[in-house]
């Protein structure tokens, strides 16, 4: 999956902080929900939506949903679906109780940057 993830990443060519928060999203979202003894989505749902999920909150611009689907392997496109996506999004943001961000090294290293004058 984060191969996946990290493929998408790079075709779109997002910003290093989105690619960190979308494999963050998957994993606090597949741990929370295997303490539960739920069923994890497909691999390939899981993946897209962990990037346009990050994507929504670390880029200028939204992205689309069909265009994050073109970028699919071809043998995966039938099974994604912008109608599957927009159903484990709210499913995905409902588990993590609307908490999408973490504190990560590079915001927090940015900060301390600005704060002492060395971009």
């Known amino acids: 999956m984060i191969v996946l993830i990290q493929n998408l990443h790079?075709?779109?060519e997002y910003k290093?902080?989105?690619?960190?928060?979308?494999g963050s999203i998957a994993d606090r979202y597949l741990a929370s929900i295997a303490t539960k003894n739920l069923e994890a989505p497909e691999i390939m749902l899981m993946a897209t939506i962990s990037l346009l999920l990050a994507a929504k909150l670390e880029q200028p611009m939204s992205p689309s949903f069909q265009r994050?689907?073109?970028l699919l392997p071809e043998e995966?496109?039938?099974?994604?679906?912008?109608?599957?996506?927009?159903?484990?999004?709210?499913t995905i943001i409902k588990e993590l109780q609307f908490?999408?961000?973490f504190a990560g090294p590079i915001p927090f290293l940015q900060r301390f940057q600005r704060y002492f004058n060395i971009d």
């Open 10 to 12: 790079k075709a779109k």
């Open 16 to 22: 290093e902080e989105t690619l960190h928060l979308a």
């Open 68 to 70: 994050m689907i073109s």
């Open 76 to 90: 995966s496109r039938a099974s994604v679906s912008k109608e599957k996506l927009v159903v484990i999004e709210e």
């Open 99 to 101: 908490r999408m961000h």
